[in-house]
């Protein structure tokens, strides 16, 4: 499947789950567009809007305000098997104990496609440090160890190439094929002097893209679909 990549120079940044919502839009519609979508971790199911008639949507999580409650870290997914053409889960599966059930889950529950992204922990640590507002006593977004337990927080931290390796692995394992994996965003290493500096700083077999790629989107198909 060639995926459409008209979005790139209108709407290639979000800023929140309402600009991401129409940023899948816009990058995957040529997959979403009349198919049964199920959304997972939808918090107010923002993507709904954007969808075509032919579409049907059915969003899940737990808090927000899905269609549907559902508490992932049970490690499972309410739905037979290739109960929906297409899977979402986006920047969720690093924030349940149980990432490598649902992401099998997911493989379970699509007849067709699963769409992920996950974020880049060690290039928004680097950046933040780097670049950022970080200061001494500042907790570090969605990790650290805050003084009373958060509404919220990530539970793995992993660099872009692990991210990469674990869709390939845990993908091949329940029979789907990566079509697509790209970074959000490549931001930052144009320059001779700042290849030279992380040859200095870094070991010198260390992935650009675990310092600089921004969110993992990929798309997985499942080999012999019908």
Known sequence: ?????????????????????????????????????????ADKCYLKQHLDEEASYWGIGFGGGPDQEVNLEQGKIPFPEHSFDCILCLDVLEHLEQIHQIFDECCRVTHQHVIISLPNPLGILYSRLRFGDYRPGQFTKFYGLPFEPPPDRHRWFFSYEEAEKFILYRGGLKGMRVLQMEPEGMGGEPTRLKRLARMVLFRKDLNPKNLYAGTLWAVLEKIGHD
């Open 1 to 41: 499947m060639k995926l459409v990549r008209n979005y790139i120079g209108v709407y290639n940044k979000y800023r929140d789950r309402q600009t991401k919502a129409k940023y899948v839009w816009l990058k995957y519609h040529s997959i979403l567009r009349g198919r049964r979508i199920l959304d997972i971790g």
